[in-house]
């Protein structure tokens, strides 16, 4: 006889999907018998080998807790996740149905979101990992599920029991804030600028009803697309469904609303809104669920007539997260309430969507700086100004590309190397003068998806550019404005945009110490490149050290980036100097060096700080990933055949924080750890952060 497997249960699914939960019905071997709109996170992490042994300390304990009371057992598990076990019995069998698997703290989807992107949970795919993410600000949606739930019997194939319909419940969904990057926008002189009107919107009977099913069609659709795409679908949905004359959809960005799409008469045509998120009258918008109206702003004589819209906030919980305005006649106040309806429905989907592409943003900008990486590592120094700009424009796609500094004696530009250009950049007038000055000396990148649009001069036709939208970034160490990268061409045609400029924010650093270096050569000579040089190891000296750490510090603070520093010392190096005499002390100093420059990535720097003591910047590392590197470090002199006895190093880290006011205050901190390293035995790696407070304290 053929055994029946269960299916998944209709009326499990519609209780799930009207309290916005998952329910899970597990048998006492916590085998899985049927499950309804289960989170993708849960999933995931249960289905794998690594992680589902935590899973098992919850979720697999269900049935053994649950049992322990008549009402349910509720619990928060390792991912954070809110859930409630509940004993149900079908046809004298005991099983345990997991309802909830739901985020209620925006804290703990911060941290699963960050789990994602660079921590133990990054080898999972953002779109399978966040396919289905389950948020609510309360536990009203795991009660009205369980409630439900006391009415059936579980039972195979399509047995189940329906007593009653579900009861109407709206549960609110509530998101973390997600730090998004910032866009550069261009807008040219014909820009319209829409601010808060000082007037009171006129009512007007709505010609427009809302279709339900097209409603249910288009919040389907965009959990299936990416946020841009939503975001057109959106405002084509609004244009189609209410025919107003224009809908704009607006992001939030830090603290202001950017324009992301219009369609209508706006359509193509540069629009600022100048409503703060934090402004009282927008906030008293969404609280009364009243449209702010705005009114164009123009200067100058006003030939035609100023036009109006009307926005409306979306919001996520109580936060402002996104809006849309429309342009159309005075709104009724029964349209108004509709389209806040609308507005608290698409939030938090829309809000998913936006994580989700972050998520597949960082994925991108990580592999992107490792191919950069090993790129760089690669790159013979007889070419390396071309082969920098080369491997830059492949990352971003670009077939023309031209990397340029500040000739001596002068505030002009000229080309170090240009790639895929019909012009001889190295002989050209007035390079840059258009934009790539501008970027480097203010020192912030321009991103222009179309020139003409943007009020640009073209080049001259003879540079046959191909597209007009192009990137000039600036590369800067501190406060040194050392080259200017531009980039256009891009393949396919495609525009330029905010991933861009992300990916080489990210590598900047990179290409900074590498030109920054390279520079140093070409400019001071020999000897100015010797003052800055340890002349029997080859590294850098302390001199040069302590002027890139005041730099660094304030990159760190102006970017709020992470950096490590690594103070390192030869143990018992005094005793191995009186044994076997300096020279053979100068050797093993210089195979220390050796191993240092093997095992470092491009873009750390290393200095020999003075005797047998060294120091390394690690920029973009954190404590724990300095630690791992120290470690590599640590284990590759262990491992070193020196010529007369083995020789092994201590190592001290310390990450940079507000704690430290001087450059000084975190050599300080690293030695500290370092002496902790060498007070437990040497040949041994402390981080300073993990030291304790009484260890400070008697040190301090």
Same mark, same amino acid.
């Given at each position: ?17 009207? !309290? ?33 042994? /935590? ?8 049935? &053994?807790?649950?049992?322990?009371? &008549? ?33 209620? /703290? ?8 960050? $789990? ?33 739930? &006391? ?10 029991? =329906?007593?009653?319909?579900? !009861? ?12 998004? @990057? ?56 609004? /244009? =189609?469904?209410?025919?107003? =004359? ?45 449209? *702010?109206? *705005?009114?164009?702003?123009? @200067?100058?004589?006003?030939? #035609? ?26 709104? %009724? ?26 998520? #597949? ?11 950069? %990486? ?37 505030? @002009? ?27 480097? &000396? ?23 550019? $191909?597209?007009?939208?192009?990137? @000039? ?26 991933? =861009? ?62 950096? %490590? ?91 940079? %924080? ?43």
């Amino acid at each position: 006889m053929t055994e029946q497997k269960p299916t998944r249960p209709k009326f499990l699914e519609s209780v799930a999907d009207e !309290n916005g939960v998952a329910i899970v019905v597990l048998d006492r071997s916590g085998a899985e018998i049927s499950s309804s709109n289960n989170n993708s996170i849960c999933k995931a992490l249960w289905d794998s080998v690594e992680f589902r042994p /935590k899973c098992e300390q919850f979720c697999g304990r269900a049935f &053994d807790v649950s049992r322990e009371s &008549d009402t349910g057992y509720d619990f928060e598990c390792h991912a954070g996740l809110a859930c409630k076990a509940v004993p149900v019995i079908d046809r004298g069998k005991e099983f345990v149905a997991i309802v909830g698997r739901v985020f209620l /703290k925006s804290e703990y989807y911060r941290n699963a979101t960050e $789990k994602a992107i660079s921590g133990e949970w990054n080898r999972y795919k953002p779109t399978e990992f966040f396919e289905n993410i389950l948020m609510s600000s309360s536990t009203a949606g795991i009660e009205s599920a369980t409630a439900r739930l &006391d009415r059936f019997t579980v039972r195979h194939e399509n047995d189940l029991l =329906d007593v009653g319909p579900a !009861n109407s419940r709206t549960v609110e969904i509530s998101l973390p804030e997600i730090e998004i @990057s910032r866009k550069i926008e261009e807008f040219n002189r014909s820009s319209s600028l829409f601010e808060p009107a000082l007037v009171t919107p006129m009512s007007r009977t709505a010609n427009a009803t809302t279709d339900a099913a097209r409603w249910r069609s288009l919040f389907g659709s965009i959990m299936k697309s990416d946020y841009p795409t939503a975001c057109r679908a959106i405002v084509d949905f609004l /244009k =189609d469904v209410y025919s107003f =004359d224009s809908v704009i959809w607006l992001d939030r960005k830090n603290d202001e609303l950017v324009t992301i799409k219009s369609e209508g008469n706006l359509e193509m045509k540069p629009i600022r809104v100048k409503v703060p998120v934090t402004s009282r009258r927008l906030i008293d918008s969404a609280a009364n669920e009243e449209p *702010l109206p *705005l009114r164009e702003r123009r @200067s100058g004589n006003i030939d #035609s007539e100023i036009r109006s819209l009307a926005l409306f906030p979306v919001t996520v919980g109580s936060e402002i997260r996104s809006a849309f305005a429309v342009e159309a006649a005075p709104i %009724s106040k029964e349209l108004g309430k509709e389209l806040f309806r609308f507005a608290k429905a698409i939030g938090p989907q829309i809000e998913i969507l936006k994580l989700r592409g972050e998520v #597949s943003r960082r994925d991108w900008v990580s592999q992107g700086v490792r191919r950069f %990486s090993d790129s760089l590592k690669r790159i013979d120094s007889d070419d390396f100004w071309l082969h920098v700009t080369q491997v830059s424009a492949e990352l971003l796609q670009s077939e023309r590309a031209s990397l340029l500094i500040r000739a001596d004696k002068s505030e @002009s530009l000229y080309a170090k190397a240009s790639i895929g250009s019909a012009a001889d950049l190295k002989n050209t007038k007035n390079i840059g003068s258009r934009i790539a000055r501008h970027a480097l &000396d203010h020192g912030e990148p321009v991103v222009v998806k179309d020139m003409r649009s943007a009020g640009i001069s073209v080049a001259p036709s003879d540079w046959r550019y $191909k597209t007009s939208s192009f990137i @000039s970034f600036p590369i800067l160490i501190g406060d040194r404005r050392i080259a200017v990268m531009n980039f256009t061409d891009r393949a396919g045609g495609d525009a330029f945009g905010e991933r =861009d400029i992300e990916l080489l924010h990210t590598i900047a650093p990179q290409i900074a110490v590498a030109i920054d270096r390279t520079t140093l050569k070409d400019r001071a000579g020999e000897y100015q490149q010797l003052s800055v040089t340890d002349s029997m190891t080859g590294l850098l000296n302390r001199r040069y050290l302590d002027e890139r750490l005041v730099e660094e510090m304030n990159r760190a603070r102006r970017h709020r980036s992470t950096i %490590s520093l690594m103070m390192i010392d030869v143990d018992s190096f005094k005793s191995y100097n009186d044994s076997f005499g300096h020279p053979a002390g100068d050797l093993a100093l210089k195979m220390v060096s050796a191993a240092l420059k093997d095992t470092l990535r491009a873009d750390d720097v290393a200095a020999r700080f003075g005797g047998e003591e060294f120091a390394i910047l690690l920029p973009r590392t954190n404590g724990e990933e300095a630690a791992a590197i120290a470690e590599r470090i640590r284990s590759r002199i262990e491992h070193t055949a020196f010529p007369h006895r083995q020789i092994t190093i201590s190592i001290g880290i310390a990450s940079h %924080s507000n704690e430290f006011d001087s450059p000084k205050d975190w050599i300080t901190a690293a030695d500290m750890a370092l002496y902790e390293a060498k007070h437990l035995g040497r040949n041994n790696v402390q981080i300073y952060d993990n030291l304790g407070r009484s260890f400070k304290e008697r040190i301090n």
